[in-house]
Structures are given as C-alpha cells and as structure tokens.
C-alpha cells in the first residue's frame, strides 16, 4: 500500500523570526516549530540541553518522605533492597540506586522477579523471601504502582516500601507505603511526566544525597535505560539522555566496558542508536528469556575478566532470543492470514500456546508497524495467560485495556504499549470487546500508513553545514525523531547496488547535486527498476569513509512518477 506523506505546513513568517533572532538557518527553525518549539526561550532550552535546567527533585511529591526514610535506613545499617523489573529500564534503575547507596555505606541488596516464574511488579512470594531476609525497607523501581494488596503485605510484616514507578497507576489507586514517587499521580506537581523508570530512580538517588555528592556519573545508566524504554526524548529525558551518552561513551562502569567490546562498539562516541539496537537488545535478552540475574551481574560487576564472560552469555542470548522472535513473528503472520480480515479487523489479537512471553511484545510491535493496527499478542503457555500490546498513533493503548478491565486479570503499561495478564476462557471476549473499541476508536485515515515529513526542500540545500547544524536536535528518539525531508524530480547516476543486509545503494541527483542513499527492502517498489523522474523522502546524515565525508540519504520512501 503507498505511503501518505504528511508533510507539515510551513510557517514562514515564525519561521524567519526564530531564524533571525537563534541565527540559525530558517530549515532549522521549521524543525523546531514542527516540534511545538515556537519561541525563542524554548528554543534556546531545547538546543543547549543544559544539565542545570532538569527540574528539583523535591518538586514530586513524597520525594521528601522517600529521602529521609532511605536515609535513616542507610544511617541505621537497615537492610534495603531495590526490587526492579527485568528489562533494562528496572534493572539500571536497580544498578543505579545500588551504586548510589553502596557508596552511602548502606546495606542494600537486589531483588529481580523472574519473568516466566514470578511475572511483572511485586509478588507475595518475593516479599515473603525479602522478609526471610530480614529487609526493612523495599525500594520499588520501574514497577509497584499498582501492586496494593503487595504493598500492604509487606507493612503488615514490618517492611516499609518506597515506590517508584512511571506507569499509570490504576484509577488513582495508589499503594498505602511510606512514599509514592510517581508523577503521573493526582497532586503531583513535578513539570515534567514523561521520565522512565530510571530517571525517577536517579531523581530519587539526587534527594537521598542531596547535594552531598556528585552522582552524574551515573547518567550513563539514565541514559541506557531510559532508551531502551522506548521514552519520549523530550524535554527533561532529552537533557539526561543526551549528557547520559557523553557519560557511557567514556564510562568507567567495568560492565558495560565489557558488553560494549563484546558488541564492537568499544571506544566509540555513542548515540541513542547504540542503545536501541545493540547494548539494549543485550541486557534485554536473558530477562526476556527467563531471569535477568546475569544481566543485573554485569551491571553490577567491578572485575573484567568476568565481566567479559557475562557480556558474552548475554551476546549468546540475545541471538537465541532473535530465533525464538524469528520463529513467533512466522507463527504469528500464519495466524493472521487464517483469522484476520482486515475488513472487520481494526486491531490484531492473536495467541498461541508455544509462544515464549519474553518475545512476544517485540513480535507485536514489528505486526502494528508492518499492518498499521494496535496488536496485542499472548502466550497461553500457563494457566493465566500473558499478553504484551503495541499501539498506533490515536490509538491509546493502556486507556484501552482499562475498558477492557473486566476480562482482564492484570495490565499495565502507556499509551504506546502495555502487558496484560488474561483467563484463557477470557480470551474470545477480549478479542471481540478490544476491536469493537478499535472500530470505534480509530478512523479509516489512522489505518493508513503515512511517513511524517518536516519539509519539502530541493536537494541542493543539503551541506555539511546544514546536517550539522542539525545534529543539535541529537539525541533523536520517540516524540523526537530524525529529521526527515522530501525531495521530488530525481534521477538516479548509475545502476543501485545490493548491500549486505538486503540494502540497496543509490546515487541520487537533481541534475546538479548527487547525492548516495541507502534503501532498505520496500517490498510495493522494485528499486532496480526506477525510472527517472521520481520522489523521495530521508533523513540525512555525513558518512565518513577513510578520511572522507560525503552526504548520505537514508530513504525513508519512493514514489514514482
């Protein structure tokens, strides 16, 4: 199906003010306001991206109850453990609040429930183990929100819990513990709500040392995991992100040393790419697979020799969770074309009694990106089966599943992706209640897959310049995206040549300019075949071969004609 392209409306006069009064060029000041960047205070903000201008943490609430119920726990010699989550957002929240009170001289231990065994968020069983083990105090990272009858479990066998979590809670419900971190609860003054799990971990981390001692070194943890999570790269995250890179790309932590020689990407200067698809995927794998101790081990690690050992166990890892995700996606596409009528069908449900839980939430993204509907998959491997959704734009997926509440054992999650636990005999019903709030939800016009472009200008403005000058809006990620441009009557130089991993290489021009893009495989246009005369839309960027920079077009689409 042929792509929309939204290209936004120019805002010429804005445009030539934010141009004149930043002296930055008028492409650069389109891209700002195409981001809801319409003045010159926030535009400043966004491209300085200073360190300074992230918010007091004392502005969330409780954030003062947490701190000194860590510090008098830390003071006393209480046993403190942080009980995260098992992807990479909980377990560098986990590190980096070990690290932090490790260095206080506090008692504090781990806890990571096991995926399959335990499942997500606080479980009786676990809080009976930490008891066993004589904790006083839980710190919940990245999970706890919405686990009440956990919470008051655990006061009623003297352990008091500070929470920390950046999910939604459930309908203002709110766990009774000693402190909610939480911005996303009512009365909750704190600017900014979009932080992952990590950056509340670190905000947390700030007050409990509150200006004693420099913790910034610790960003590269930020960094990590709030990328990995798939959080918006606006404002506060952006900040942390951005000076989180600079910190990992030099990172004294011996475990990511490690990890980052064992991916091949050592002594490199990193960016929010790196992340996504090589250190993420990593710390991912065993967590997705079963139990994330060995993920947390290297984090935690301060030897390299069996920090290098652990790096590769993930490497192995990470590559048997691509089969198993290899062999879910094949599964599920089976599925689809025996159920899914795409006529009746606005959103994709689909289970399957062999499906590993751990991979199926990637599985459903790779489906709602390639079909363009909200899906939702689950493996009905255990009694309760777990399910794992991602969404579409306009289609809020976690405000969803709370109408779907009645089927449902358990869920939780954003607008973008959510994990939900289910009764098989459920399953039937859920299906037909979750497309009817599709149908009514999502308009013909959202099932249509469209490529938002920021501009439509002629080749030859590209220059190093200009690509440079964008490079300020790095780091690059969800709600803040790679800029992308549209240029039209094209030729090609020359005959594409197939790359290694089924990516072509294009020599564009306009008949002035030439310019080499990299096409991944369409499958509605035969690159080989393209005649003069057509349209494209990219993102570039410089591309350094041997001493030498040349301008470089990852292509987003092609039109012909």
């Excluded at 990172?251 to 790419?273: D, F, N, P, W």
């Excluded at 698809?277 to 065993?286: D, V, W």
């Excluded at 973008?416 to 709030?437: E, P, R, T």
């Excluded at 938002?452 to 030859?460: F, N, Q, R, S």
């Amino acid at each position: 199906m042929e792509k929309i392209w939204n290209i936004r409306s120019m805002q010429l006069s804005r445009q030539r003010q934010l141009a004149a009064e930043l002296k930055i060029s008028p492409i650069l000041a389109q891209i700002l306001l195409n981001r809801g960047i319409d003045t010159p205070e926030k535009a400043q903000f966004y491209l300085r991206c200073d360190i300074n201008d992230c918010h007091d943490p004392f502005l969330l609430k409780d954030m003062r109850k947490a701190a000194e119920r860590v510090r008098q726990a830390v003071s006393r010699g209480e046993k403190i453990f942080v009980y995260g989550d098992y992807d990479v957002d909980g377990l560098t929240s986990c590190a980096l609040l070990y690290f932090v009170l490790k260095q206080m001289g506090a008692d504090v231990s781990c806890y990571v429930p096991h995926r399959v065994e335990e499942g997500y968020g606080v479980n009786k069983a676990a809080c009976a183990l930490l008891k066993q083990q004589a904790a006083s105090l839980v710190i919940t990272v990245d999970c706890g929100i919405t686990n009440i009858e956990e919470v008051a479990y655990l006061s009623s066998v003297g352990i008091d819990a500070v929470i920390t979590d950046h999910h939604r809670p459930h309908e203002d419900k709110i766990p009774d513990a000693c402190a909610v971190i939480n911005p996303l609860q009512k009365k909750c003054p704190y600017p900014y709500k979009e932080l992952a799990g990590v950056g509340l971990a670190y905000k947390l981390a700030q007050a409990v040392v509150d200006g004693r001692a420099d913790i910034s070194e610790h960003l590269d943890l930020v960094a990590l995991g709030t990328v990995s999570d798939v959080a918006a790269l606006s404002g506060e995250n952006r900040i942390l992100v951005k000076h989180g890179l600079e910190r990992l790309s030099a990172t004294k932590k011996i475990g990511l040393q490690a990890l980052m020689e064992v991916a091949g990407i050592a002594k490199r200067q990193l960016s929010a790419y790196h992340i996504g698809f090589i250190l993420g995927p990593r710390i991912n794998a065993t967590g997705r697979m079963g139990s994330a101790e060995q993920a947390l081990r290297l984090l935690l690690s301060d030897n390299y020799a069996n920090a290098l050992e652990l790096a590769r166990a993930l490497d192995a890892e990470n590559k048997q969770r691509q089969k198993e995700e290899a062999k879910t996606l094949k599964d599920a596409l089976a599925i689809m074309e025996r159920e899914i009528n795409f006529k009746h069908h606005r959103s994709v449900v689909l289970h399957h009694d062999e499906w590993h839980p751990g991979v199926i939430g990637i599985v459903a993204s790779r489906i709602a990106e390639r079909y363009n509907r909200p899906t939702i998959l689950i493996s009905t491997k255990e009694s309760v089966a777990k399910g794992s959704g991602r969404s579409i734009k306009n289609f809020h997926l976690f405000d969803t599943l709370v109408q779907c509440g009645h089927l449902l054992e358990n869920f939780g999650g954003h607008e973008k992706a959510a994990g939900l636990s289910i009764l098989k005999k459920n399953i039937d019903d859920f299906k037909k209640f979750f497309n009817d709030m599709a149908h009514r939800m999502i308009s013909n016009e959202d099932l249509l897959p469209s490529i938002d472009v920021d501009m439509e200008i002629a080749l030859g403005l590209l220059s190093e310049g200009l690509i440079s000058e964008l490079d300020r809006c790095e780091p690059f990620g969800m709600a803040n995206p790679r800029p992308v441009f549209a240029s039209r009557d094209l030729k090609l130089k020359g005959r594409p040549r197939l790359l290694r991993g089924n990516t072509f290489k294009l020599w564009i021009t306009d008949g002035k300019v030439t310019c080499e893009a990299l096409a991944g495989s369409f499958s509605d246009i035969d690159i080989s075949n393209i005649n003069d005369g057509f349209s494209i839309t990219y993102s570039p960027s410089m591309n350094d071969w041997q001493g030498i920079s040349t301008i470089q077009l990852k292509l987003k689409d092609i039109k012909v004609g």
